[in-house]
């Protein structure tokens, strides 16, 4: 039986929604704040943000990462920038374009008021990176420069050179240790949350495990916050770091948590691609490369000469030719379902022919014109327009062109990039509401581990601006809504039921996944589970491959359990079990991701099922029967009851999305 959601959306108009809730949500007074205890587990931007923002409150925060420093989340790949609607360029740009844009780009499947907050906060979000010292790219005159990304046609998107994740969350790391300095922030660094301590309906705190140690610890929190990023590990192979996983967010599951729209999630175009089985992650090279560069394949099937071989007209430009009104900067899933059209039609490059180029001759010969004109060089030769040129182009973005170097062994500068589609970030994640709170009291989820901001997908540079605007700008507000009514709960201690009962369901899957003594490794597991997800759940999706893909990893799931070895003991640092852990709780996810994927009989920007598609292969949607967010709720082993959120645009004109 379906719930009924309540999004708690405030009442009023788009544009005043967040202004007024603002003024009129139940506030903790500063005295109450200092006896009221937050858990954050995650601090990446999302996570580093908000315990850095609520110690300075004056809340009691406590921060958990399983890394050996926050420095080292994931949010750091993020390689391309951070999008705002500040109209630097005056090139016609607003919060509301920036909404249109997101909501327009998630194929109208992502809730209007979360997005359009989302776009209103923006500018205060880079006012406060600048605060931190966040070297932002500059122009000559001083003024932040801005680029474009996928799916505007606009420059909102600030950055820092090809490391705008890493100088991001430098910033509001340096203001998470500032709060650990003066003692309103406790670090638990190596530390894995492992269950979610549920006390009268209300989480109440966690079970972590020291994974130096293997000790499992009891903490108590008056509220949860989950920071944990995406679960596109579940494909195994990603642009992810090895370590990122859905542990936390599907124990939070498991307590209750609704999960929405599991199936979406993001290919991203521009990575290097697999050169083979030894390979445990892929690279992303940043969308910011589409600014510049032009996607090619040659007019030939099966054209084996060197790139830089095949004359002008006989290259496909076919973003070009197909979008040419976005050309090149068509979002992500557009840009990735043409690459692999164009591959499996036989037009592919390299050894494997599962690749494009991606090519910056233009780009170097243009930038290097302008140089020339710059000095007054009128009659520059071709060599001394190219060198200037180089130079521009190493300028934005160097360490991208490096780094490809370094992987592939091929200069960039010389030869066309190979690019192909990879996973990337996933638009699914624990439901919330307008408050960022899940289904359970108490139980709040920020950045990529929330489903709420990008619909079917995501623009580019969107990831860091809803991460930060969750930390910064939304959780400091929202929370008081639900602690304000928690001021007179006492801290409850660790040895009430509750803990004990947590931590004895923590120690008994522990147990469990060593004694199985099978004869497979838990990362043998992982890479059969991402070969069933990327052929039957990837970027295209079927409904027979789907209904085949929940079997295998039903079949994959018993197996499991029943021939897993894990190596070493419970109580000591054990990466393997670490690994364990985390696989099982990716076989579970997997399964649910095919049951969405096969319920949603459409196809919405990174959800592409070959059922629906118009006449030119692009996404059909049914807005008049899937206009909702699917919120799964687990009701046990392979179990699950859908819930709908009905979403209603009562501001922009609903269309087949068009980039041409």
């Known amino acids: 039986m379906s719930k009924k ?66 420095r080292r989340a994931h949010s750091i790949a993020a390689q391309g920038g951070i999008n705002a609607a500040k109209n630097y360029q005056n090139d016609g740009d607003s919060v509301y374009r920036l909404f249109y844009d997101t909501i327009k780009g998630g194929d109208y499947r992502a809730r209007e008021a979360n997005v359009h907050r989302l776009a209103e906060v923006s500018g205060n979000i880079i006012d406060q990176c600048v605060a931190q010292g ?12 801005n680029r474009s990304f996928g799916g505007t046609q606009v420059q909102r998107t600030f950055y820092a050179a090809g490391q705008t994740g890493q100088q991001l969350l430098l910033g509001a790391y340096s203001g998470l240790e500032r709060q650990i300095g003066i003692g309103t922030v406790t670090m638990y660094n190596r530390h894995e949350m492992l269950e979610v301590v549920m006390i009268d309906g209300k989480a109440r705190g966690i079970i972590a495990r020291n994974l130096i ?70 690279t992303l090279m940043s969308e910011s490369l589409r600014n510049d560069g032009r996607i090619w394949v040659p007019k030939k099937k099966d054209d084996t000469r060197p790139a830089n071989a095949i004359p002008e007209d006989e290259r496909d430009y076919y973003l070009e030719r197909r979008y040419p009104a976005f050309g090149n900067l068509v979002p992500r899933d557009i840009a990735s379902r043409a690459a692999k059209e164009r591959c499996d039609a036989g037009y592919g490059v390299g050894t494997s022919k599962m690749a494009v180029y991606l090519d910056y001759a233009s780009a170097i010969d243009r930038y290097g014109k302008i140089e020339a004109n710059k000095k007054g060089l009128h009659n520059a030769s071709k060599e001394e327009i190219i060198v200037m040129g180089k130079a521009v182009v190493k300028e934005k973005y160097g360490n991208l062109f490096d780094m490809y170097k370094q992987i592939t062994g091929e200069d960039p500068y010389e030869v066309p990039m190979r690019i192909y589609p990879a996973v990337h970030y996933t ?42 605007a969750d930390g910064y700008f939304v959780i400091p507000y929202t929370i008081g809504a639900y602690l304000s009514g928690e001021i007179r709960t006492k801290a409850i201690p660790t040895d009430h039921p509750a ?27 992982h890479k059969r589970l991402g070969k069933i997800m990327w052929d039957k759940c990837g970027m295209a999706r079927n409904e027979q491959g789907l209904k085949e893909a929940i079997e295998e990893i039903r079949a994959l799931k018993k197996e499991f359990w ?25 076989i579970e996810l997997g399964e649910l991701m095919c049951i969405d994927a096969l319920n949603r009989n459409e196809s919405c920007g990174g959800h592409f099922r070959e059922e629906y598609q118009t006449e030119e292969g692009e996404a059909m949607r049914d807005d008049e029967n899937y206009m909702y967010v699917a919120a799964w709720e687990y009701e046990g082993d392979s179990k699950w009851t859908l819930n709908k959120e009905p979403l209603i645009y009562e501001n922009i004109k609903i269309a087949q999305r068009s980039y041409k």
Request: net charge neutral; glycine share 10%.
């Open 213 to 282: 140690t293997g000790e499992l610890e009891r903490h108590f929190g008056h509220a949860v916050l989950l920071c944990t990023g995406g679960y596109g590990n579940v494909f195994y192979l990603s642009t992810n770091a090895m370590g990122s996983n859905v542990t936390a967010a599907w124990k939070a599951h498991k307590q209750g948590a609704y999960f929405g729209n599991p199936c979406f999630t993001q290919i991203h175009p521009t990575c290097i691609p697999v050169s083979g089985d030894h390979q445990s992650k892929l």
């Open 562 to 586: 029943s021939d897993l070895r894990v190596m070493g003991d419970a109580d000591e640092f054990n990466p393997e079990l670490d690994k364990a852990g985390r696989v099982a709780d990716f």
């Open 499 to 525: 803990f004990v009962e947590a931590e004895n369901a923590v120690k008994e899957r522990i147990n469990k996944l060593l004694t199985i003594k099978g004869k497979q490794s838990p990362e043998s597991f």
């Open 427 to 468: 638009m699914g994640g624990l439901w919330v509401d307008y408050n960022l709170m899940t289904s359970v009291p108490g139980l709040y989820a920020l950045g990529e581990a929330n489903f709420s901001d990008h619909g079917a997908n995501r623009l580019g540079a969107s990831a860091l601006m809803q991460g930060l």
């Open 5 to 70: 959601i309540d999004a708690k959306i405030p009442e009023s108009t788009l544009s005043e929604k967040w202004t007024k809730y603002r003024s009129t949500v139940p506030l903790v007074n500063p005295a109450n704040k200092r006896s009221i205890e937050i858990i954050v587990v995650g601090t990446g931007l999302a996570g580093a943000s908000a315990a850095a923002t609520l110690a300075e409150l004056g809340y009691k925060v406590k921060a958990f990462c399983f890394q050996d420093s926050p």
């Open 134 to 145: 966040v070297p932002f790219a500059r122009e000559y005159g001083g003024l932040l420069s």
